[in-house]
């Protein structure tokens, strides 16, 4: 049973890998991550696990036991998604850049934790960056630790995640503490099972949420203004009697005008030409698409607006589209919140993911 497995965060920031493990009946005993702001909220939300706010290049294995007063045989899996802005297509790309080493301290503390499993998330850039050097590092430097390595890139909106959302997943599995090693076997979705399936909308995960005005900010708790209307609505919900970090943005006239043009599901190709370079990026004056899943949630949140109101979505909007129930709170202050939310593993591709790994766990 996956009640009987422990696991460890690093780098595990709000705590969306987390809770997709907790979801398939994992124990959580340890986050780690130096974000004091992520840290509040994954100590909310995961008041049964240790949480530190630290660097992880800190945290020893002999701190890890003395902590959680449990051996390091004890923790059958290591998760995390070391910082990627280095590795991100969104940034320089440079091979020397400092970020590009974070993975080293994942290592390093899986090579002295020696879990049965390992799973790391990244941006699937880092597959074919440089030539493929960087994976070729990865790869080289978990199995000299004795672990057999695979990864695949996976699609959130694929599983049930109302978000196309591309992320690497790479595990490893212990040739030492696991008998029956195989290779990992990733999560398959209905298409590819031959069962297509409707994926999940904006409108299917949000449009609950669509009482809140544009020019007034009604609080961080506040009552439900709608019912839930969808099977994702309810699933978000379940178990939730208020609704929390469901402030809007408020925004000037100029700007409401601005977004008002755009379209559901367009951008700033939408807008008159003298308007195309009032903000200097691809994604501009993009709104979500109601009709399907919404684009990449990411951490800024400036550029992408709302497929009806004429505003950035809230941080329980985003929350609901990275698939976090409304149960979960985050802490912080609103930009914080949004980069906690845009940073997360989405919870409903990381308890799919949790699923396979008890797979491995059970065969012994």
């Known amino acids: 049973m996956a009640g009987n ?5 690093l780098f595990c920031g709000c705590g969306g890998f987390s809770l997709g493990f907790r979801n398939a009946g994992f124990n959580i005993k340890l ?3 130096l974000w004091s ?4 909220t994954f100590k909310r939300n995961f008041p049964e696990a240790l949480a530190l706010n630290i660097d992880i290049d800190e945290v020893s294995s002999n ?3 003395n902590l959680l007063d449990i051996s390091c045989n004890e923790i059958d899996v290591v998760i995390g998604g070391p910082p990627c802005q280095g590795f991100s297509v969104s940034g320089k790309r440079k091979e020397d850049d400092p970020r590009n080493a974070l993975y080293k301290s994942f290592v390093t503390l899986v090579g002295a934790i020696r879990p049965k499993i390992f799973i790391m998330e990244n941006v699937p850039g880092i597959v074919r960056l440089f030539d493929g050097k960087v994976m070729e590092r990865i790869i080289g430097d978990f199995s000299a630790l004795g672990y057999g390595v695979s990864y695949q890139i996976l699609s959130a909106d694929r599983y049930g995640v109302p978000q196309h959302r591309r992320r690497v997943f790479i595990v490893g599995i212990s040739k030492y503490k696991v008998k029956h090693t195989q290779e990992f076997t990733f999560p398959c979705h209905d298409i590819e099972n031959g069962i ?3 994926m999940i909308t904006c409108k299917d995960a949000i449009s609950d949420l669509d009482f809140v005005p544009d020019d007034i900010v009604l609080g961080e708790d506040i009552d439900y203004g709608l019912p839930a209307s969808t099977e994702y609505q309810v699933l978000m919900r379940a178990g939730s009697t208020r609704l929390r970090n469901h402030s809007v943005t408020l925004h000037s006239e100029r700007t409401k005008e601005i977004i008002a043009m755009v379209p559901d599901g367009c951008n700033y ?5 003298d308007l195309w370079n009032t903000r200097k990026v691809n994604i501009a004056w993009t709104r979500m698409d109601s009709n399907k899943p919404c684009f990449t949630i990411d951490t800024g949140h400036n550029h992408h607006f709302h497929y009806r109101a004429n505003r950035v979505p809230t941080v329980r909007e985003s929350a609901r589209i990275q698939s976090f129930p409304d149960l979960f709170e985050f802490s912080g202050i609103k930009t914080s919140q949004l980069r906690q939310v845009g940073n ?3 919870p409903i591709l990381a308890e799919a993911i949790a699923r396979e790994a008890v797979k491995i766990l059970e065969m012994g």
């Open 269 to 273: 190709k939408s807008l008159p030409p």
């Open 5 to 9: 497995y422990n696991i460890i965060d």
């Open 63 to 65: 701190l890890v036991e």
């Open 344 to 346: 997360a593993v989405p």
């Open 31 to 33: 986050g780690i991550d």
């Open 196 to 198: 297509e399936t409707q």
């Open 37 to 40: 702001d992520a840290i509040d």
